[in-house]
Nanobody, 124 residues
Framework: QVQLVESGGGLVQAGGSLRLSCAVSGRTFSSYAMGWFRQAPGKEREFVATINWSGDSTYYGDSVLGRFTISRDNAKNTVYLQMNSLKPEDTAVYYC?????????????????WGQGTQVTVSS
């Protein structure tokens, strides 16, 4: 049984930082790309960032480029999302997901497993 458990969400003021973590169990972590998505109330789930199986290639959504950094530790079966210069519009539930492929992808359709999400709220 594959499980993805996010942590690190919370309330932060605009301009602040948070670091999300996602621990994965039940499937070989190092074989698959990972991604972060987010969903704000009343909006569709949005791609945030993705990283390939080895961690040497990443790709970001336009709205977070230059502010967020995705990374992974294959020895710890964990993927991270460092979020800096947070804005109120970053407020959402953040989900990590494990892809069915080794290469990174921004397509939700190519992610097999999803976490339960963690709330990030940025106050102005």
């Amino acid at each position: 049984q594959v499980q993805l458990v996010e942590s690190g969400g919370g309330l932060v003021q605009a301009g602040g930082s948070l670091r999300l973590s996602c621990a994965v169990s039940g499937r070989t972590f190092s074989s698959y790309a990972m991604g972060w998505f987010r969903q704000a109330p009343g909006k569709e789930r949005e791609f945030v960032a993705t990283i390939n199986w080895s961690g040497d290639s990443t790709y970001y959504g336009d709205s977070v480029l230059g502010r967020f950094t995705i990374s992974r530790d294959n020895a710890k079966n964990t993927v991270y999302l460092q979020m800096n210069s947070l804005k109120p519009e970053d407020t959402a539930v953040y989900y990590c997901a494990q892809s069915s492929r080794r290469g990174y992808t921004d397509s939700r359709l190519l992610y097999d497993y999803w976490g339960q999400g963690t709330q990030v709220t940025v106050s102005s």
